[in-house]
């Protein structure tokens, strides 16, 4: 579980300008992933405030400062900045004033500054944090991007699930990592996985060693993030055991609560793992679309039944 970002990344993510260099940054932290623009409270009005957030000041805000007069404008900085708020960011390339400032020294509050509007700074900053702060777990797997589609491979150590993934970077798809997936909840419907930064971009390869995929296939075979639409479960082949083989109803499994299409896949020599999982992914995205190939299938088995009574 991602519990904080410091305020340091915030400023490197989001290209920030620091107007209080003499203010340390690397101690603030953000522990929620949005944003709140203090126009109550400037006005007076702290009953709820969120102090543990982003605070935002627009072009408006900047307005209504500028009709505050001296005693009122002091009480009202100092009430915000003592309530211990990460930082303080103005948009629109606005710039706090002298007293402000002040106060923000006291208090050891950042200013920063952006040039970007309030409104698309607030879009841009939120959906990455809420990414950057989601719920995370790591994963032993391979996670690719077929035709656009997540493909997460799991499976235990060795069954294959590097070489699918290879001969897939081969057919032109991207790999997004191998061995550890780091998979963020980032909302009710999204798992987001991406690679250690450590690993990015490596492929181990039993009986080779370890490759750079980016290095021999170049950047269009290698991808930063993907979201987890698919999970294929490699499986040494048990003849004892029943495999589904027409695929009717869909299997799932959960990650981080999320429900995510499943298939167990069995493994033996002679499959070519590569592109059973190409098809696998091409036909969850024709069902995401409204068909459903196998129950085409039962449908005209059906239909032929009733014609022939």
């Not at 989001?14 to 203010?23: A, E």
């Amino acid at each position: 579980m991602a519990e904080e970002l410091k305020v340091d990344k915030i400023i490197e993510k989001m290209n920030l300008k620091i107007l209080t260099p003499d203010i340390p940054t690397e101690n603030k932290k953000v522990t929620v992933p949005d944003i709140n623009r203090p126009a109550l409270q400037l006005a007076g009005f702290f009953t709820h405030f969120d102090s543990e957030r982003v605070q935002i000041i627009g072009h408006v805000e900047t307005a209504y400062l500028e009709t505050l007069e001296g005693e009122t404008k002091r009480e009202r900085y100092e009430k915000l900045l003592s309530s211990n708020v990460p930082c303080i960011v103005f948009c629109r390339n606005e710039e706090p004033d002298e007293l402000m400032i002040q106060e923000a020294r006291k208090y050891q509050i950042p200013l920063l500054q952006t040039d970007k509007t309030t409104s698309s700074f607030e879009a841009e900053i939120i959906r990455w944090m809420k990414v950057m702060l989601a719920p995370m777990m790591t994963i032993h797997g391979v996670l690719v991007d077929v035709y656009g589609e997540g493909v997460l491979i799991t499976g235990e150590s060795g069954i294959g699930k590097s070489e699918a993934a290879l001969e897939l970077i081969k057919r032109g798809h991207r790999l997004v990592t191998d061995d550890v997936v780091e998979i963020r909840k980032v909302s009710d419907e999204t798992l987001i996985g991406t690679a250690p930064e450590i690993t990015r971009h490596f492929i181990e390869l039993r009986g080779i060693g370890i490759i750079d995929v980016k290095t021999l296939f170049g950047v269009e075979s290698v991808k930063e993030t993907q979201s987890i639409d698919i999970v294929i479960h490699l499986e040494d082949w048990d003849r004892d055991k029943q495999y589904d083989r027409f695929g009717m109803e869909d299997e799932y499994t959960e990650i981080l609560g999320n429900k995510v299409v499943c298939h167990n896949l069995p493994v033996r020599p002679g499959r070519n793992l590569a592109v059973i999982v190409e098809s696998a992914a091409v036909n969850w995205r024709q069902k995401k679309m409204g068909y459903n190939a196998a129950k085409e299938l039962y449908n005209r088995i059906q239909g032929n039944f009733m014609n022939n009574k």
